[in-house]
């Protein structure tokens, strides 16, 4: 089980809440269940997450591990030029 703080307009998506407990091996497996437990994730997931595991940002690493008691944040991928 991980803590998972939603950043910014994330916490609209899974009904005003800021922090999750979700049970997830890994991002990937995170990204699967926010999508089944909140619909309204899986646009957003489309559009792009960023996920922060203790300070660090990991933008496409699906794969990475979700180590127990982590700081994990995930941030609306943001579109720059």
Known sequence: MVEVTLWGSLGAAA???SKLDIEAKDIRELFRKLAEQYPAFEPLIDRGIAVAIDGTIYRD???KELPPGAEIFLLPRLAGG
């Open 15 to 17: 009904g005003g809440r």
């Open 61 to 63: 690493t699906w794969s």
